[in-house]
C-alpha cells in the first residue's frame, strides 16, 4: 500500500471524505475516483479520506478500516460501480459514467462475441457461464467451480481482475466471516456478478451507440476537467 504522501496536493482539489455519503456525492460529480494513490497526484479516496476512516490496524482479528467496509455497503445499494477497473487496481465510478466505461473497456465485443473471435481464455468462459446461472457468487465458490486449488488451475486472480477490468463482471457485495461469538472479522469475500445481471443491460450497453473511442474521449475529456495539471497520460494508463 502506497503511503499518502500526496494528501495535501489532494485536500487543494477534492473535499475531505469523512463517511460513505460524501464519497458517493463525490464520485457522482467527478466521475471516477481510484480507491489507492496513483501517478495522479491526489486522486484516490486513500488520499482524500480522513486519518479516522482510514485503515487503523486489528483488533481481535477484525479489521478496522471504515473507508474499506464503504464499498461493500456502496455496491449492495447500487450507487456506485466498485472493482479492479483503474490499471488492475480498485476504484469508484458513477453509474452515469459507467456505460462509457463498458463501451470502451469492451472495445465492441460482448463476451460471447469476445470468446468466439479467441480474444478471451477458457477460463474466462467457464466462469462466465458459472455465473450466467445465478445471481451471483462469491470467489470462494468461483475458485471451486474453477479448480483454482493445488494441484488444479492456476491464475484466478488474474482471471478475476481481467473480467472486471473488461467489465463483464462487478462486485455486487463482501461477505465477511463469524467466530463462535457471531462477531465478524477478516478482509471480506468479494460477491461477484455478471455486470448485465446486476445492472442491467439497459445500463451497460447504452453507450453502445457510441465508437469505443469516443468513449474513450469522453471520458479523457472529463478526467482533464477534473485534473487540469496531471499530465494526459497518466489518465490513459488508468483509463486503458
Not at 29 to 51: H, K, R, Y
Not at 65 to 78: F, H, L, N, Q, S
Not at 125 to 131: E, F, G, N, P, S
Not at 173 to 195: L, P
Request: charged fraction near 30%; glycine fraction near 8%; aromatic fraction near 16%.
Amino acid at each position: 500500500m502506497r503511503q499518502r504522501e500526496n494528501s495535501a496536493v489532494a485536500a487543494t482539489i477534492f473535499p475531505r471524505i469523512h463517511n460513505k455519503e460524501e464519497l458517493i456525492g463525490l464520485v457522482g460529480e467527478i466521475g471516477f475516483l481510484p480507491f489507492f494513490s496513483n501517478e495522479a497526484a491526489g486522486f484516490s479516496l486513500e488520499e482524500i479520506v480522513s486519518e479516522e476512516c482510514w485503515y487503523q490496524g486489528r483488533w481481535k482479528g477484525k479489521v478496522n478500516w471504515p473507508a474499506w467496509e464503504w464499498k461493500g455497503e456502496i455496491t449492495r445499494d447500487k450507487r456506485l460501480a466498485y472493482g479492479k477497473l483503474f490499471n488492475k487496481k480498485a476504484g469508484f465510478i458513477s453509474l452515469d459514467w459507467f456505460p462509457d466505461f463498458c463501451n470502451y473497456r469492451r472495445d465492441g465485443y460482448d463476451f460471447d462475441a469476445r470468446y468466439e473471435d479467441g480474444l478471451s481464455a477458457y477460463k474466462d468462459k467457464l466462469t462466465m457461464d458459472y455465473l450466467e446461472e445465478r445471481d451471483s457468487c462469491l470467489s470462494k465458490e468461483l475458485r471451486e467451480a474453477g479448480n483454482y486449488r493445488k494441484g488444479g488451475n492456476k491464475g484466478f486472480d488474474t482471471m478475476i481482475t481481467r473480467l472486471q477490468s473488461q467489465t463483464y463482471i462487478t462486485v455486487t457485495d463482501f461477505a465477511y466471516r463469524t467466530n463462535r461469538q457471531g462477531e465478524v472479522y477478516g478482509w471480506g469475500i468479494a460477491r461477484y456478478a455478471k455486470s448485465e445481471t446486476y445492472w442491467g443491460a439497459a445500463l451497460c450497453t447504452s453507450a453502445y451507440d457510441r465508437k469505443p473511442e469516443e468513449s474513450f474521449e469522453r471520458m479523457l475529456t472529463r478526467l482533464r476537467s477534473v485534473l487540469p495539471d496531471t499530465d494526459e497520460r497518466v489518465f490513459t494508463q488508468l483509463l486503458k
